[in-house]
């Protein structure tokens, strides 16, 4: 069975930092394009970041770039999200989630992690 | 970007009738070469993440019911509920997939009337 459990969110005043963190199983985890995509009331789904399975390929929102960065580490089947100078339009649920298509092409999203809430305020 | 947009922004449907919701992208998602479209389907219940049901517009995911269906081509699409069910009560959502950024509408949400 496919998991994706996410870790690292919660309340962080604006200017601070976070790292979110996913762990896969139940797949090749090094085989799959992973992405981090976020949810808001008002802004819906949103795709902040996305990273290929060497990492050799990395797409940042216009939104965030500069201040997030997404990486991973194959060896131990996690996904990272390091956050820094944080807003308060980054209040969101973070998910992680997987391409349904192996190695590079496009690919729509077949598994999601349950979500992790990053809530930034003074 | 490409905008997707979806209607309506909510949908109330009887038991046992037909839902249909429509997306529309801002440009076409048809990949020529594989006459396939770069789109998919997602269902979300309250306090679940997104659920896929459809990819590459019309093909229905292993274990979603044969009443989801999808079509459309190019730039409008359609998924359709053939007989409404009270498990089928959540936020719909399309998401191109063509190219970076992929992005995704805004949710159309589904009740029993």
């Known amino acids: 069975e496919v998991q994706l459990v996410e870790s690292g969110g919660g309340l962080v005043q604006p200017g601070g930092s976070l790292r979110l963190s996913c762990v896969g199983s139940?797949?090749?985890?090094?085989?799959?394009?992973m992405s981090w995509v976020r949810q808001t009331p008002g802004q819906g789904l949103e795709s902040v970041a996305d990273?290929?399975?060497?990492?050799?390929?990395?797409y940042h929102a216009d939104s965030v770039k500069g201040r997030f960065t997404i990486s991973r580490d194959n060896s131990k089947s996690t996904l990272y999200l390091q956050m820094n100078s944080l807003r308060g339009e980054d209040t969101a649920i973070y998910y992680c989630a997987k391409d349904r298509v192996v190695g590079p092409s496009p690919s729509p999203i077949d598994y999601w992690g349950q979500g992790t809430l990053v809530s930034v305020t003074s | 970007d490409i905008v997707m947009t979806q209607s309506p922004d909510s949908l109330a449907v009887s038991l046992g009738e037909r839902a249909t919701i429509n997306c529309k992208s801002s440009?076409?998602?048809?990949?020529?070469?594989?006459?396939?479209?770069?789109l998919a389907w997602y269902q979300q219940k309250p306090g679940q993440p997104p659920r896929l049901l459809i990819s590459w517009a019309s093909s229905r995911e292993s274990g979603v019911p044969d009443r989801f269906g999808g079509s459309g081509s190019g730039t409008d699409f359609t998924l359709t509920i053939s007989s409404l069910q009270a498990d089928d009560v959540a936020v719909y959502f399309c998401?191109?997939?063509?190219?970076?950024?992929?992005?995704f509408g805004r949710g159309t949400k589904l009740e029993i009337k």
């Open positions: 998401h191109q997939y063509y190219t970076t950024p992929n992005t």
């Open positions: 990273i290929s399975t060497t990492g050799d390929l990395i």
């Open positions: 139940g797949f090749t985890f090094k085989n799959f394009d």
């Open positions: 440009q076409s998602i048809l990949y020529n070469s594989n006459n396939k479209n770069y």
